[in-house]
């Protein structure tokens, strides 16, 4: 079965600069569509970035364009978050989730990242 493994969080400055990493195993990670959501306590979980299967488009929430960079490597079965110019706001638990097709919703989560900006 899928299995989705993320790490890279951690406590950085207003400004800094975060990579987090996705380890899917367990199935054909080439042939789905990737993403990363984020929720902090008392709010609900938003969409933050995915990148599709085959044309691997890139998709982005407004709030982290042209500050946040969705990659994946199909070789190693591995997504990235490359995070820049951190905002306080931006505090919360990264997911990475996996949409066997790209058209519904996303079938199988990871456990999360904590990702802390400090003001």
């Known amino acids: 079965q899928v299995h989705l493994v993320e790490s890279g969080g951690g406590l950085v400055p207003t400004g800094g600069s975060l990579k987090l990493t996705c380890v899917v195993s367990?199935?054909?990670?080439?042939?789905?569509?990737v993403g990363w959501f984020r929720q902090f306590p008392g709010k609900e979980r938003e969409f933050v970035a995915s990148?599709?299967?085959?044309?691997?488009?890139?998709t982005y929430a407004d709030s982290v364009k042209g500050r946040f960079t969705i990659t994946r490597d199909n070789a190693k079965g591995t997504l990235f978050l490359e995070m820049n110019n951190l905002k306080p706001e931006d505090t919360g638990v990264y997911s990475c989730?996996?949409?066997?097709?790209?058209?519904?919703?996303?079938?199988?989560w990871g456990q999360g990242t904590q990702v802390t900006v400090s003001s």
């Open positions: 367990g199935g054909s990670f080439s042939r789905y569509t």
């Open positions: 990148i599709s299967r085959i044309t691997w488009t890139r």
């Open positions: 989730a996996v949409n066997y097709d790209g058209l519904g919703d996303y079938e199988v």
